[in-house]
């Protein structure tokens, strides 16, 4: 289980009825068309530093409400899913899953 912003579950939901795909199959595909990305699309998230002439400060982290997404997939899917989530610095699994969403579905999340 994951836990990802509304609009995320909304277009894996629409997209699971438009393509008989099950949510899992659906980010699946998304990780595998968007792995060579995952990095740039990480970094995209992270919070800009704004320089100034004492202090440097990051804009406060987006506080978009999350719900709970479950996916049947197997131990392996999970693991490197995991895996990919430390290596990639995402927060969590919704976050990693959420940008490859994004990125290959159509960015509809706050």
Do not use: C
Not at 66 to 73: D, E, F, G, K
């Amino acid at each position: 289980m994951a836990y990802v912003p509304a609009a995320t579950r909304d277009l894996l939901a629409r997209l699971r009825g438009d393509r008989g795909r099950t949510l899992g199959e659906l980010v699946l595909k998304a990780l595998n068309a968007q792995h060579a990305q995952l990095a740039e699309l990480m970094q995209q998230r992270r919070p800009q530093v704004v320089e100034g002439p004492l202090f440097s400060m990051a804009p406060p982290p987006s506080q978009v409400p999350t719900v709970q997404i479950a996916m049947r997939l197997s131990q392996a899917h999970w693991d490197v899913l995991d895996t990919l989530v430390e290596q990639y610095g995402a927060a969590n699994r919704g976050e990693l899953i959420d940008a490859v969403v994004q990125a290959e579905y159509g960015s509809t999340s706050a």
